[in-house]
């Protein structure tokens, strides 16, 4: 669980306190926080943010603790850390840190795929007995990491502070950021060039529920011309209205590529909203352009689950017919559910002459 429990307002800047976890803690235990938001000199929108952390987690009061600063663009991506209070940091044994280990250690922060992100604190920690007393330090593990991905003699540190930096706290910097976005503001990231700009965009406008025109168009602009956006694309419009909802898959479904189309016909199968007969006719008239057996499977499949029969619909699927036999055979089975008329129904019997064997 994350909440705020305290906001401060300074020039400039905010304070925001947060209750969070850490997986070096324990499962249960929560740490207090304070993330501070840098604003633009209009004092309007954030433009940085950072957190003062304790360098290691330990135990047994063995190991030196000091404070670093990492720092988060308003993605809540790490940009990089520095000591403060003149501390420094050391590896085992009280061995410092050199300007290359500092330098490794800003490397293995920016990798948000590290190996530290599934290592668990007991696989860094070693067991040493000393006076009969077990503690438990940071040591010399016996955990198996290639070179380039830990600090040798500093994986404690190294573990702690990437789980500082990719941890809960991302989403609530994320969430601030949102907060502080405007239509705007949301529309200059959806025009990004930046693929992770525009996600983070359509992410916030999903979780605040912003609806509009301006939105809206410039989405389905670029969701077309970029399909990595469309998986948080089909989340923001499944939670609109469903006049909204309609006219954005159809829209799509028209002037999209095969993946876009195939991604809307599975949201329709998905909706609680009722699709109307004359919402799928006009679905139909794309029908000549799906090149896909899948995208024909769904539209059937569609039109089945929802019952939806009338003369316009089967009179779109007698072309099929002549598309290729896995396509066309799809079209045969539902145009024999259907009642045709006397042309219709020669055209579907010599379809079932040519191909009765395969059938």
């Given amino acids: 669980m994350t909440r705020i429990t305290e906001l401060f307002v300074f020039q400039n800047k905010i304070e925001h306190t947060f209750e969070i976890k850490h997986p070096g803690k324990g499962e249960n235990n929560v740490e207090t926080v304070i993330l501070t938001e840098i604003r633009d000199e209009n004092d309007k929108f954030p433009v940085e943010y950072y957190m003062d952390v304790e360098s290691v987690i330990c135990y047994e009061n063995l190991c030196k603790i ?68 077990v503690d438990a330090v940071a040591g010399e593990t016996l955990l198996e990491m290639d070179e380039e991905d830990t600090v040798h003699g500093a994986s404690l540190t190294c573990y702690t502070l990437w789980h500082w930096t990719h941890g809960d706290i991302v989403s609530k910097i994320r969430d601030l950021t949102g907060n502080s976005f405007q239509t705007k503001q949301f529309e200059r990231y959806l025009t990004s060039k930046k693929t992770d700009q525009q996600l983070f965009a359509i992410e916030q406008m999903t979780r605040i529920m912003l609806y509009n025109d301006v939105l809206r168009e410039t989405l389905i602009t670029q969701v077309i011309s970029n399909n990595a956006l469309l998986l948080k694309t089909l989340h923001y419009v499944e939670k609109t209205n469903s006049s909204d909802y309609f006219s954005i898959v159809k829209t799509l479904f028209f002037k999209g590529n095969k993946q876009i189309r195939i991604a809307m016909l599975n949201s329709l199968l998905k909706t609680k909203h009722e699709i109307t007969t004359a919402y799928f006719e006009e679905f139909c008239l794309n029908l000549p352009n799906l090149s896909s057996y899948q995208e024909i499977a769904l539209f059937l499949r569609l039109r089945s689950q929802r019952n939806l029969n009338s003369k316009k619909i089967t009179d779109a699927f007698l072309p099929l017919l002549e598309r290729d036999l896995l396509i066309a055979r799809n079209a045969y089975w539902f145009l024999k559910t259907q009642e045709l008329n006397h042309e219709q129904q020669s055209i579907l019997n010599r379809f079932f002459e040519k191909y009765k064997e395969q059938l």
């Fill in 66 to 133: 000091v404070p670093v600063r990492i720092f988060w663009n308003v993605m809540g991506e790490y940009q990089r850390y520095k000591m403060i209070n003149g501390a420094a940091l050391e590896k085992y044994e009280g061995e410092p840190y050199t300007k290359e280990d500092y330098e490794k250690t800003h490397q293995i922060l920016k990798n948000i795929n590290s190996p530290f992100k599934t290592v668990r604190i007991d696989e860094i920690l070693t067991t040493v007995k000393s006076h009969d007393i």
